[in-house]
């Protein structure tokens, strides 16, 4: 009976051990940590402060492709956008 049990106790250990090796893999670089700035082409940083003002853009924290040159609400999630420099 003893026996019968470290075996169903090493099986269990086994699966969710290969059930977090498929997870961490199967996730694994899928996260974006990117901010709006850095998704701004070289080109197009502004490099002074009156720069900056003219290219602000808004964009949603949600949906950072929804973007507005004007204060909005996003078309998406109704959310205010924000401003990016």
Known sequence: M???TIWII???IIVVIIAL???T???KGKTDSTTPMQMMPESQMPTHK????KH???YCPM???QTSDKP???PVCKMDMERRM
């Open 63 to 65: 949906h950072p492709d």
């Open 72 to 74: 909005a609400k996003c």
């Open 21 to 23: 090796l498929a997870y």
């Open 50 to 53: 009156h720069d900056m003002e």
């Open 2 to 4: 003893q026996n019968k």
């Open 25 to 27: 893999s199967y996730f």
């Open 56 to 58: 602000a853009t808004y």
């Open 10 to 12: 090493g099986g269990i």
